[in-house]
């Protein structure tokens, strides 16, 4: 069970805008720690999509954005097109115990 | 362009030990701190360990501590993993992942090297 929390699964058609919610705690996403988020495709490593919250890497277009609102955090998609079907993983870090890089369990996005 | 190539990776008995290896190209590789994370097949990814820029500080996830050792060699530029008492569930793609900051903690990965396969079986 991961420490973050994400849905299993969203879906869209093209051209739609979906969002993927991130649920952590006051010990990670709530003490301010940043979140991140990797797109995976298939048989590919994850990728960088979002680091500190809202910044994209040079490359990734400006349909992906982020935010964060107390121990939460949201990936939005808009104008959703085929190629962004993937896996979406949250990332931030946990101040419990002796800290820890955490993820969440991922969410598999579908354009139908 | 940043490259992360990982080697290592072999089916091993429960039990046994396996080094893993990570060359770096394309950047200030003593800048920066590095990571491992792994991915079981059909799993989301999670962290492994975390080693500084000049290996004076080193972060492990719970499932590994005091069985697998982050080293680096920055004379090499190469990362390692030394992973001890290995278990089935420690069967996973192990990637090596650049860090953003000289300092293990907070950082986000990028990039991720394509990784390699540790199948723990009998």
């Known amino acids: 069970q991961s420490v973050l929390t994400q849905p299993p699964s969203v879906s869209g058609a093209p051209g739609q805008r979906v969002t993927i919610s991130c649920t952590g705690s006051?010990?990670?996403?709530?003490?301010?720690?940043?979140v991140h988020w990797y797109q995976q495709l298939p048989g590919r490593a994850p990728k960088l999509l979002i680091y500190?919250?809202?910044n994209r890497p040079s490359g990734v277009p400006d349909r992906f954005s982020a935010s964060k609102s107390g121990t939460s955090a949201s990936l939005a998609i808009t104008g959703l097109q085929a190629e962004d079907e993937a896996h979406y993983y949250c990332q931030s870090f946990d101040t419990s115990l002796s800290g820890s890089m955490i993820f969440g369990g991922g969410t598999k996005l579908t354009v139908l | 362009e940043v490259q992360l190539v990982e080697s290592g990776g072999d089916l091993v008995q429960p039990g046994r030990s396996l080094r893993l290896s990570c060359a770096a190209s394309g950047f200030t590789f003593d800048h920066y701190a590095m990571h491992w994370v792994r991915q079981a097949p059909g799993k989301g990814p999670e962290w492994v360990a975390g080693?500084?820029?000049?290996?004076?500080?080193?972060g492990y996830a719970d499932s590994v501590k005091g069985r697998f050792t982050i080293s680096r060699d920055n004379a090499k530029t190469s990362l390692y993993l030394l992973m001890n008492s290995l278990r089935p569930e420690d069967t996973a793609f192990y990637h090596c992942a650049k860090g953003q900051s000289s300092g293990w903690n907070s950082n986000w990965f990028d990039p991720w090297g394509q990784g390699t396969l540790v199948t723990v079986s009998s």
């Open positions: 006051s010990s990670n996403i709530g003490a301010g720690h940043d």
């Open positions: 080693i500084n820029w000049n290996s004076g500080a080193k």
């Open positions: 500190a919250y809202t």
